[in-house]
């Protein structure tokens, strides 16, 4: 899949997010790189540049107290040839992107991965 394209798909994820969500991510920046750093491996404790589908960085919502301000916009990464390397077609590309959008907002709504993974599992 071409960059355009699969950044179309990028945008349209975060654009179908309730409003509610929509309107807290004003100091958020979505970006597509082809595969993570070495550095953004090491951060997130992975060794397999594959296993990274997208990555949050900044301060989450709920860990902003009063001083929080004048500060670069967080980050999400969504990194693209592991996501088609998991997928094979255009349908299952799209699919698991808007699930990695939504695991990486929930990262800036100060859900962490256990809690994340019990909601993706259908748990309360």
């Given at each position: 899949m071409n960059r355009e394209r699969f950044q179309e798909l990028v945008t349209k994820a975060v654009e179908s997010l309730p409003e509610e969500f929509q309107a807290r991510l004003d100091n958020v920046d979505v970006v597509v790189e082809d595969w993570p750093s070495l550095s953004q491996l090491t951060g997130v404790r992975l060794k397999h540049r594959q296993a990274l589908l997208g990555l949050y960085?900044?301060?989450?919502?709920?860990?902003?107290?009063?001083?929080?301000?004048?500060?670069?916009?967080?980050?999400?990464?969504?990194?693209?040839?592991?996501?088609?390397?998991?997928?094979?077609?255009?349908?299952?590309?799209?699919?698991?992107?808007?699930?990695?959008v939504k695991h990486e907002i929930a990262h800036h709504f100060g859900i962490g991965d256990a809690r994340l993974q019990q909601l993706e599992r259908g748990e309360d």
């Open positions: 960085q900044g301060v989450p919502l709920t860990k902003r107290g009063r001083h929080y301000g004048l500060v670069p916009p967080d980050k999400i990464t969504i990194f693209q040839k592991p996501i088609e390397a998991k997928c094979r077609d255009e349908a299952k590309i799209t699919a698991e992107i808007y699930r990695v």
